[in-house]
Structures are given as C-alpha cells and as structure tokens.
C-alpha cells in the first residue's frame, strides 16, 4: 500500500532539484532551543526587564540600549555555544551533492547549513557568528571575539579598531531582509525550477517563507512537510510527515 512515506520517498528519489526550506525545528535536534514554541527559551515568559523577547530584539531597541539587545542575543548564542549540525543538515547536504541544482532557504542563524556543507544557500535572517563594526570596516566572528577578551567580555562589545559599537550579522525585529538574500529569492521564485519542496520545522510565519510553498501549490510541484505537528502550510502540503526533523530526513534519503 502506497504511504505519504513511501510516496515522499519516490519523490525525493525521481526529483532532479529540491528546495528546502527549513527553521527551527530542524536544529532542534542538535539541542538548539528555539525562542518560542516547545522548548523555547522564552516561553510564556518576558526578559528581566519586563519586555516581549521580540521587542527585547528588536531594531528599536538596538538603538536606545544595545546592552538590552546584547544580553538576549549573548543568552541565545551561549544556549546555542558549541552545539554542531545535525544528521538532518548533513542529509540536505548530500542531496545537494547528489542533485546540485537543489538550494536551501532558512530562517536559521544559527550557520548549520554552511558547517554541514551546502553551498545553493539563502540565510534570510542571516548569520549570528558573522560580527562586524558600525562605525568601521572591522569585521570578526563571535569566537574571535571571546578569544580576545581575557575577562568577562562587556555588553554591548566595541570595536577593537575605532571604538564604535558591534554587532552580529543577523536580521533584528523591525529591519529589512538583507538586499542579497533576497535577491537570491526573488530569482529562484520567478524560475521556481524545482521538482519537489520540503519544508522542515517551521510554523511559517514569514510571508516570505510561505510565499515558495504557495507559488509551488498553484505550478502543481509537490510539496512535503517534516513538522510532528500542523503548521499554517500543512493545508498546501502534499505529504505532511509527522517526526523530528533529522530522523524524517535520514529517512527520506536513505530509504529513496
């Protein structure tokens, strides 16, 4: 009897071209937590100064108190400090091997993809390691910057070279997506030259995220998606698989 298991896996096998598109829960599995949702490091809760966490991120904030910014944006990478890509990430990584047109667009800031080693890939959100000046061309890594600090390093940090204030290379609430990756999109959406999309552990809540799944649904290219539980794009999907991210994606491929 034909499963949407065994038909996912048909399809992953016959595709030429595969367009993941991936969040949270997909390095979930390497002990990430997410910031809401199960296992999120704010759940049902405020910062210590009484704001929403997306507020506490936000560009608004950033401006008036950086520290503030600084300090959640340090709790998240210190939750996330030393974790390392996942089966999940490797996976996509051959799949890309094995068929090279195939990309990735993530919401994730967490540079998995990059470690695992895909190479067609979108950080729409950007890249939480990449740190760089405001005031100068200085650019480092969070790890450099430890690195150079023999105490307690102070939030927000300061330029080494010009004095001027740090901060990482990631998309904070109420800014614009970075010109480059969306670029990147908007060319692959107007082609959409794949064969098969597979959405692993996000709630979509971005148009931009939900906006492949929808373009995909009305060209009748297949969608799947990994989620144990209903997002807002289980209603376009051709094969909803219920499951962690990795263990559903070792699957899919070892099994196609």
Known sequence: MTTPLSSAQQLIKSAKSVLFITGAGLSADSGLPTYRGVGGLYEGQRTDEGYAIETALSASMFRRHPEITWKYLWQIGSACYQAKFNQGHAIIADIEKNKPNTWVLTQNIDGFHHQAGSKN???IHGRAERLYCLDCDFQSTAEQLLANYQQTISLPPHC???GGLIRPDVVLFEEMLPEKALSQLYQLLDTMPFDVVVVVGTSAQFPYIQQPVVIAKQLGIPVIEINP????LSRLASYHLRGGAA?????LWEMA
């Open 121 to 123: 890939l979108i950080e």
């Open 229 to 232: 539980i209903d997002s807002e």
């Open 160 to 162: 080494p070279q010009c």
């Open 247 to 251: 263990e559903m994606l070792t699957t």
